[in-house]
């Protein structure tokens, strides 16, 4: 379990991490979200021990990463972001390194190697320098080093960034596969990956955290829960029919384009029913009706620029 | 092996990995050739002695040494490679004296590899082969001082070059401390204990002394807490900086 109660990090006059606070339990896999500059980074060098804290403290499993630094880290694997490595070496020789000081040894050490060149598809490079290899082999790289040590907690900066989508879609899939008893945070702000591996999410802006929940609680807290997207095969001003309908909200017109209405609802409650029996009764000229579940994109403007804004 | 050895093996690997250690031991051999034979006059002083070949190190240090201190921390910090090599579980202590070491250790094997100089000198003469093994590791302590000064120095900045003129230039400081150029420049008023502590500091006065064949545990001590020292400084430093 990481506990992290009113973590504050500040540097000079800046404060990048704002007096937050919150618990990751095993098993669970928290997407962690934010604008550039939102702190997400800077949470996550303070977890892994680079950074010290400026006030409040950083637990993983009970130890203190301040006051047992070499046990808290023996328990977490990190990728940092733009996943650094040492350019001079071979996938190979960087990989052993990284086992040795891992506390492997022999046998043992080579075992785990080869796991993990295994696990991240790396045979192909494991004899390059890893200067002279592309984008995604390094990153692949960078993760083969941080999950070494079958870690309880891995903790991953942008692990996807740089990475075409059958690539993408790989390391999803090896986060997902880890083992039901770790930790796994991942920053990232590609929104379709949190749905697609996080159990849990969390929006911080300007250091605070901002939204915090499943991506299924997050998508209902959008403005486009429950609303209603039509398109029509032509055009039909839409508004007069609706105004007075229990329930219904604002009604947008897409600037772009004029056959697309957003109908939204307006206390987050289903609008089908309503909305379907006005479209029935004037006929409509209907080619498309869709319900929406929302959209954390949408949730993340709304809560990131208000932050911003304040 | 603990860590401090993982990471000393792996500086030590990733100097032979890249032409630079090829190219410091190559070019370490020709200067210490041109110095000795050249200018040092081993010929024509026509002693069996290694006095020339070692009056020099000093200099040749000067520069050739803080070119491999440069890139000990400067270069982690640049690639980023310190944040992985800090959230390791690897206590800052021995990666600042793996790295160290790894270097020193570098300078040991280029000046090892002079012995073909110990070979002539003994081929020609009868030299006091005690003194020649007290020089060599005088010589090699020395290159250490130089070493924890590049150390620190590369801690303070991301850029090298930065490092590589911090470092000769606090050396050179270090390297005439002693010497009666800068002794003479006292004033008469000054106490004579401040120009002793003054000059006491300086290389010179340690290493002229090993190098006559006079192992005082006092210059050994000096230059033992000299690297301490500046290795405690790095240390300080990089916990300071590393964010940056």
């Known amino acids: 379990m990481i506990e992290i109660p009113n973590l504050s990090k500040r540097f000079d006059q800046f404060t990048a991490v704002d007096d937050l606070s919150f618990t990751v339990k095993e098993g669970e896999v928290l997407g962690f979200l934010g604008p550039n500059g939102a702190g997400k980074s800077t949470t996550m060098k303070v977890i892994t021990g680079f950074l010290a804290p400026s006030s409040g403290k950083v637990t993983i499993d009970g130890f203190d990463i301040t006051e047992s630094p070499i046990e808290a880290k023996s328990l977490t694997g990190y990728l940092p972001e733009g996943a650094p490595s040492y350019g001079d070496m071979t996938t190979l020789d960087f990989l052993n390194f990284i086992a040795e000081v891992r506390g492997y040894r022999g046998e043992e050490a080579a075992k785990r190697v080869a796991h993990v060149i295994n696990e991240v598809a790396l045979t192909s490079v494991a004899h390059q320098t890893i200067d002279t290899l592309s984008k995604g082999f390094k990153r692949r790289v960078g993760l083969a080093q941080a999950i070494m040590h079958d870690p309880k907690v891995l903790i991953l900066d942008e692990p996807t960034d740089g990475l075409d989508p059958n690539q993408k879609h790989h390391v999803r899939e090896l986060i997902k596969n880890l083992a039901k008893d770790k930790i796994v945070v991942i920053s990232t702000h590609i929104l379709e990956e949190v749905s697609a591996v996080c159990t849990r999410a969390i929006i911080i802006a300007n250091g605070k955290i901002v939204a915090d929940g499943t991506p299924a609680e997050l998508e209902a807290q959008s403005r486009l829960h429950n609303a209603v997207t039509i398109k029509l095969t032509k055009a039909y001003d839409l508004r007069n029919d609706l105004a007075g309908v229990d329930g219904i909200g604002e009604v947008s017109q897409d600037p772009e384009d004029e056959l697309f209405y957003t109908i939204f609802s307006r206390q987050a409650k289903s609008i089908f029913n309503e909305v379907s029996e006005v479209a029935r009764a004037k006929q409509w000229p209907i080619d498309e009706f869709h319900l929406n579940r929302g959209q954390l994109e949408d949730l993340f403007r709304t809560v990131t620029t208000q932050a911003g804004a304040r | ?244």
């Not at chain 2, 690997?13 to 000795?36: D, E, K, Q, W």
């Not at chain 2, 070692?54 to 490679?81: C, N, Q």
């Open chain 2, 1 to 244: 092996m603990g860590n401090l050895g993982i990471i000393f093996k792996r500086e030590l690997m990733s100097y032979f990995a890249t032409p630079l250690a090829y190219i410091f031991i190559v070019i370490f051999l020709i200067s210490n050739g041109i110095f000795t034979f050249d200018l040092g006059g081993f010929y024509l002083r026509g002693q069996a002695d290694l006095l020339p070949f070692f009056s020099f190190h000093p200099w040749l240090y000067l520069f050739m040494v803080p070119a491999i201190a440069m890139t000990l921390w400067a270069d982690e910090r640049k690639t980023g490679t310190i944040e992985l090599l800090m959230t390791l579980p690897v206590r800052l202590a021995d990666a600042v004296v793996g790295k160290f070491l790894a270097a020193w250790a570098l300078t040991g094997i280029a000046l090892a590899l002079t012995f073909p100089i110990w070979i002539t000198v003994n081929y020609l003469g009868d030299p006091d082969n005690g003194v020649i093994i007290a020089a060599y590791l005088g010589s090699w302590l020395m290159a250490g001082g130089f070493l924890a000064i590049g150390s620190c120095m590369s801690a303070c900045t991301k850029n090298s070059v930065i490092a590589f003129i911090l470092t000769v230039s606090i050396c050179f400081v270090f390297v005439i401390m002693g010497s009666p150029i800068l002794l003479d420049a006292f004033p008469d008023w000054m106490p004579q204990v401040i120009v002793d502590a003054f000059s006491a500091m300086g290389f010179l006065t340690h290493f002229d002394s090993i190098s006559k064949g006079v192992l005082d545990i006092r210059d050994m001590l000096f230059f033992a807490v000299f690297i301490g020292a500046w290795l405690t400084a790095s240390a300080v430093v990089i916990e300071m900086k590393k964010a940056n």
